[in-house]
């Protein structure tokens, strides 16, 4: 618990963006205008605090930005704030600029750096989860993973019209960094017929038997996912390693890329972001601090940031399994 009287909120985005992320500033804006606190607007993440790069926002600074992606505060992956002196310029800006606690919206290696910030300082900080890789413990999701499932999900119904046509067999890799959420849960939305997953391998002779029994009812096309942090070394290494002992496969390779972290968030994520938010503003008030907003079982809940960067969160086994047994 922290004992300050929070007066001025900072809040800023930090590593790779995600949809989302603007309905959070929202939230985290006009939560504290209806609890009267003023609230900093910090530009470029962690550089934009070393940096001094703060702008007062009001009410109407975050209008119209709710259905909008990426995010209006800007982001980078600061090097210099992984420093203790980078971090001693950071604390120097926040004294200077009046702020009193500090909300960063971002991925594990965003709440990783506010542990350590607060750790130092002692400046109330909450985490809110903000990544398509949707691998912070201590929340069912986090925001932008299903904007960025779903825009896998599009992009692949028209991969598979293609592959169809050509009988081809397609190597689909998709983002997650070390997690393979984003791959199991696209897989599963568009009858992958097989998903490569950092958590759960598959060796290329599985697969080529995976292939060859859904040849046999008369299967033409195929779509595998493959996660880009799977320990087969991504899409391309494993189509090789495909077409070198079985030739007869016309493969092709699409690597979806930054894509999925663009474009407008779902109804979903804008709902999560506006109530992890608000629900940042209303933690730091009530005394909270060195916590991660997230929603478990659709209920505001909040898990020291310790736990949430030092434990992850796995996608379900069993929606591998039943991944299999529908993707005959
Ligand atoms: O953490 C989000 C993420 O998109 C990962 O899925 C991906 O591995 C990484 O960021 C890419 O980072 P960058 O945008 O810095 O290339």
């Not at 986090?142 to 119904?157: K, P, R």
């Amino acid at each position: 618990m922290n004992n300050v009287t929070i007066k001025r909120i900072g809040v800023l985005t930090s590593g790779g963006d995600a949809p989302g992320m603007n309905a959070a500033i929202r939230a985290v804006v006009r939560g504290c205008v209806y609890h009267n606190v003023e609230v900093e607007g910090i530009f470029q993440g962690y550089a934009g605090l070393i940096e001094g790069d703060f702008k007062r926002l009001n009410e109407r600074s975050v209008a119209k930005i709710l259905g909008r992606g990426g995010t209006i505060l800007k982001s980078s992956r600061c090097v210099e704030f992984m420093s203790s002196e980078g971090r001693k310029k950071a604390f120097a800006q926040i004294k200077k600029n009046g702020v009193d606690a500090l909300i960063t919206i971002g991925g594990n290696g965003t709440l990783t750096g506010a542990h350590i910030f607060t750790e130092e300082f002692g400046l109330p900080i909450m985490g809110v989860p903000g990544s398509i890789d949707n691998d912070l413990f201590g929340t069912d999701h986090c925001i932008g993973f299903d904007t960025a499932t779903n825009t896998v999900v599009d992009a692949v119904d028209k991969i598979r019209d293609t592959a169809t046509s050509h009988n081809r067999l397609f190597f689909v890799e998709v983002m997650g960094r070390s997690s393979g959420f984003i791959a199991l849960k696209s897989g599963i939305a568009t009858g992958a017929i097989a998903i490569i997953l950092p958590e759960d391998e598959m060796s290329v002779e599985e697969l080529v038997d995976t292939l060859t029994r859904s040849e046999s009812s008369g299967k033409t096309s195929s779509i595998v996912i493959v996660a880009e942090g799977s320990k087969s070394g991504g899409a391309y290494a494993i189509a090789n390693a495909v077409t070198k002992k079985h030739a007869q496969y016309e493969t092709r390779v699409s690597i979806l890329g930054h894509l999925q972290r663009g474009g407008a968030p779902s109804c979903y994520d804008r709902v999560i972001a506006s109530r992890m938010g608000l629900g940042a503003v209303e933690g730091l008030i009530e005394g909270k601090t060195d916590c991660m907003v997230g929603i478990i079982n659709d209920r505001e809940t909040y898990t020291p940031l310790k736990e949430s960067i030092s434990q992850t969160n796995v996608p379900n086994r069993d929606e591998l399994r039943i991944a299999r047994i529908l993707s005959i």
